[in-house]
């Protein structure tokens, strides 16, 4: 079993910056794809940004590509998602997920191959 627990959400600014970290404990993460997904009230869950155990992959949704950045410390059993320029549409519940993973480069953008689940992390961000 692996644990997850989110933590950095918060209220900021549109333009603003959010860190959110994904802990682990249970296992270590060094086998696991860690994806991060969000959902906005009265929307369904959508992928946001996934990287691959080896953190040589890592793939972002378009509506996120060039603001967020992932990151991970395996030593730390740590996935950190750094959120640049935010804007209004980013609100949301901010969930990190792991899957296991045989092969190093993988990391899944569809929330059915997760195995692990955090509870999430609000993100607000004001106009």
């Known amino acids: 079993q692996v644990q997850l627990v989110e933590s950095g959400g918060g209220l900021v600014q549109a333009g603003g910056s959010l860190r959110l970290s994904c802990a682990a404990s249970g296992r270590t993460l060094s086998s696991y794809a860690i994806g991060w997904f969000r959902q906005a009230r009265g929307k369904e869950r959508e992928f946001v940004v996934a990287i691959s155990w080896s953190a040589g992959s890592t793939y972002y949704a378009d509506s996120v590509k060039g603001r967020f950045t992932i990151s991970r410390d395996n030593a730390k059993n740590t996935v950190n998602l750094q959120m640049n320029s935010l804007k209004p549409e980013d609100t949301a519940v901010y969930y990190c997920?792991?899957?296991?993973?045989?092969?190093?480069?993988?990391?899944?953008?569809?929330?059915?191959?997760?195995?692990?689940w955090g509870q999430g992390t609000q993100v607000t961000v004001s106009s």
């Open positions: 997920a792991a899957n296991f993973q045989t092969t190093y480069h993988i990391a899944s953008m569809y929330s059915d191959d997760y195995d692990y």
